[in-house]
């Protein structure tokens, strides 16, 4: 397979109709069990028909919260998210068409597939999806030129259950040096128009005082160490406004972690709901490791968007201690 097919769909799955975090746990027994995170060794493997040819991506380490290294085929690698690989429809998007149903002969057997479409930069997508997880197994594209593409998964480990063995974490004593770091991405999107901003924001720790406190970079008062750790951790406001609506497993470069899930409505000054915050919480330290708002017909630079999203990824921190 060439890259560029799987590329393409990554970056609509991205985009579009892409669940990153989502929670896929199967009550019976005879549907298919979705992992939506990682683990070393991990693989999937793609057979494109117009070139005739596989490709197979193996995980080689993780990199961050939602950043795997892959390598292809064993002749090059690559740093991306699981949605690079792993399209997830959500039937609930407004850019998803539910077409139908249709049975199809993947690697999973003769399956009757959920068929959904959808039409971004001007090509159109259907997607042949396992109706238990929504995963794609097949998708098929057709481009604004009439070239068309169709890409179908030949296997991959994301079926399997792994062994949840979970880091123990703990939050050690800052000190002169210590840092963390968020990534910020946000996605404004609006038919086959998009605009997307990222940028990253450290917190860093310049120097500590005789009584204890911080200096902060770029911070004209000392910080308390609780005020420094309070930066990765949500706010008592927030705690009293989320709900707790399940548990899932995250994979980290700290290691596997259980984590809380919290979801939070978002109302503008007038308490209107506007969309919905979700956070990922590591259960026992309480940091957030991700956070991310989803809203809809947002306006920014003088055009309304229909659909926004903002994620809070923290990519780095130099005090998270894990036991041996």
Known sequence: MNPKSVAIIAVVAVVVAVISFGTFLMDSGDDPELRDYLVEGDWVEYYDEGEDSTMRYTVLSVEGIDSYMYSISDEMTITA?????????????????????????????????????????????????????????????????????????????VFDPVDQEFAEIALGQPVAGSTFTHGSHSYYTSGDNFIT??????????????????????????????????????????????????????????????????????????????????????????????????????????EVWEDYRSEFTLSDCSIILVAD
């Open 197 to 302: 901003e990222n940028y990253d924001i450290t917190v860093t720790v310049e120097s500590v005082n005789e009584d204890g406190t911080l200096n902060i970079t770029d911070s004209e008062d000392p910080a308390t160490v609780e005020e420094f750790v309070a930066g990765l951790l949500m706010t008592d406001d927030e705690i009293g406004a989320s709900t707790i609506v399940g548990t899932k497993v995250v994979s980290t470069q700290w290691g596997l972690m259980e984590c809380d899930v919290y979801v939070m409505p978002h109302v503008d000054s007038e308490g209107v709901s506007m969309g919905d915050r979700t956070f990922i919480v590591e259960s026992n330290t309480g940091i957030v490791l991700t956070t991310w708002l989803e809203m809809h017909d947002v306006e920014f630079d003088g």
């Open 81 to 157: 998210p699981y949605s690079y690989l792993f399209m997830v429809v959500d039937p609930d998007d407004r850019g998803v068409e539910y077409l139908g149903s249709e049975t199809v002969d993947t690697f999973l057997g003769e399956i009757d597939c959920d068929v959904y479409g959808m039409t971004s930069f001007s090509s159109q997508i259907i997607y042949y999806v396992e109706p238990a997880t929504c995963l794609a197994l097949v998708t098929e594209l057709e481009g604004s030129d009439g070239s068309t593409a169709r890409v179908v998964m030949t296997g991959t480990s």
